[in-house]
């Protein structure tokens, strides 16, 4: 071989791949819009720089980040979890008619509301893995049913109301603009990466996403994987509707309506693929911020409700197509 070949061949395993820029930028695309949304709302509402304001947005990205861990779990199999609103709001109407505003009973109303989730949650996976059910069909049922007990309960308990130590986890500050219930959120979230990018369960998680019959034929175990995921998703939302109840202090029959459409919007967003293999929670993090930001910032330059959610519909699809796009471009450069 030549000294010009030799050259030549060096410089081609230093030249970036087109699909790894393009990885790049889609990696980084989430957390620049974010950025770019912030500075839009500090802008339009200066005081989205002060610590007050600022642990409000931080308790409110906080509960879609709960709930966007378990959505990101089901979409990693390319699933999707459409209970996940009737969970959030069963848990918030739970959790405060058992805690009745008293610390004593906070414990007994979390663990009830998280068994609700789990409960819940083993019944999609169920539902999937042993009826063989759409993910979609299993999860829109889980949802109606769910919905009539919300129903059924509402109207045979009492509302109760929020305890100090519930609504001090969501709210009290510290460090700044910090509150205790983020702190333990972003614990939570480096956990999850950790365990998706880092053990054996998460490679079969990515796995399943890629092909639910090759995964069995690898020896998989695709059934109780589902499983857990659905489990694991059911009990986020839950967690998410009692810290609801801490920031709102009140129950309400349509409290987790939103967060359907805003976990799902925040995994995709991030990056993830929405028919699973691949993706991660980091830039579902970036995704859930750039939710609420945006929540926060359309009201403030006066976009009525109707406005907002097109607008939304909107970004999610331009996201979509970026993402989609570069997919498709890594794929046929490989």
């Not at 918030?92 to 609700?116: F, K, M």
């Not at 009692?242 to 987790?256: I, P």
């Not at 691949?278 to 579902?284: A, C, I, K, L, M």
Request: aromatic share 6%; glycine share 12%; hydrophobic share 55%.
């Amino acid at each position: 071989m030549s000294a010009i070949d030799t050259v030549d061949l060096k410089a081609a395993s230093v030249t970036p791949k087109p699909w790894a820029s393009r990885q790049a930028i889609t990696t980084l695309l989430p957390w620049a819009v974010l950025v770019l949304l912030y500075g839009a709302l500090v802008i339009t509402a200066p005081n989205y720089l002060g610590a007050a304001q600022l642990s409000i947005l931080l308790a409110s990205i906080t509960i879609l980040g709960v709930v966007a861990m378990g959505q990101l779990c089901v979409i990693l199999i390319g699933g999707i979890d459409l209970s996940v609103a009737t969970v959030v709001t069963l848990a918030n109407v739970v959790s405060a008619s058992i805690s009745r505003q008293e610390n004593r009973n906070l414990l007994t109303a979390v663990l009830v509301s998280l068994a609700i989730g789990a409960v819940v949650g083993l019944v999609n996976g169920l539902i999937i893995t042993k009826l063989g059910m759409p993910d979609m069909i299993a999860t829109l049922a889980t949802m109606t049913i769910v919905m009539g007990v919300l129903y059924l309960y509402n109207s045979t308990h009492l509302k109760g109301g929020t305890p100090p130590a519930l609504q001090a986890f969501i709210k009290f500050r510290f460090a700044g603009f910090m509150v205790p219930a983020a702190a333990v959120w972003i614990v939570l979230a480096v956990v999850l990466i950790l365990v998706l990018n880092k053990t054996t369960f998460g490679r079969q998680v990515y796995a399943v996403g890629l092909s639910r019959g090759a995964s069995h034929a690898a020896g998989i175990s695709v059934v109780r994987i589902t499983i857990i995921l659905y489990v694991i998703s059911g009990i986020c939302a839950a967690a998410a509707g009692v810290l609801l109840t801490g920031n709102t202090g009140a129950s309400q029959l349509n409290s987790g309506t939103n967060y359907q459409l805003w976990s799902i919007a925040a995994v995709v967003l991030g990056g993830t693929s929405i028919f699973g293999g691949s993706g991660g929670y980091g830039n579902t993090i970036a995704g859930v911020g750039i939710i609420m930001v945006l929540y926060a910032l359309l009201p403030i330059i006066g976009i009525d409700p109707a406005g907002q959610q097109i607008l939304y519909g909107l970004v999610i699809l331009v996201m979509l197509i970026v993402f989609r796009f570069g997919g498709k471009r890594a794929d046929d450069s490989a």
